[in-house]
């Protein structure tokens, strides 16, 4: 699998993921989430912002299945879905990533034809990896 690329502005979100936290950053003035992280608020034009710990839940807001014919690193394991997760906290927020039966779980270990639209999913870290997600309730 492919490591994310990681910038100044997003390197606190990683730092916090490697340690199992879903951290969004936060205006520190306005107290607006913004994602992905950037050095200004697009609502107050602030460049002071904090990390806010986030519960990590949210409920599935679309998704894709891909297939064949894929970028070679992820051929391999198609089909698999990739979720877009819109968070609790942050209604405007919302993450890619993929919908697993469990921590640490291989893609396509959840089974395309089950993901749902508006199913609640919790996130779950796997090192130095994109948060994954599994449902709240299986």
Do not use: K
């Not at 697009?42 to 949210?58: E, K, N």
């Amino acid at each position: 699998m492919l490591e994310p690329l990681v910038d100044p502005d997003g390197a606190p979100f990683w730092e916090y993921a490697a340690r199992g936290e879903l951290r969004v950053q936060t205006c520190a003035d306005c107290g607006e989430p913004r994602f992905p992280p950037r050095p200004c608020c697009p609502h107050c034009q602030s460049f002071v912002s904090a990390w806010a710990l986030t519960s990590g839940r949210g409920r599935i807001w679309s998704y894709v299945v891909p297939h064949p014919p894929l970028l070679p690193d992820y051929a391999e394991h198609a089909p698999y879905n990739v979720v877009l997760v819109e968070l609790a906290e942050a209604p405007r927020i919302r993450l890619v990533g993929n919908l697993v039966r469990e921590a640490g779980a291989p893609l396509g270990s959840f089974p395309p034809d089950r993901v749902r639209i508006g199913a609640r999913v919790q996130a779950v870290f796997d090192g130095n990896r994109p948060p994954q997600w599994i449902l709240e309730r299986p």
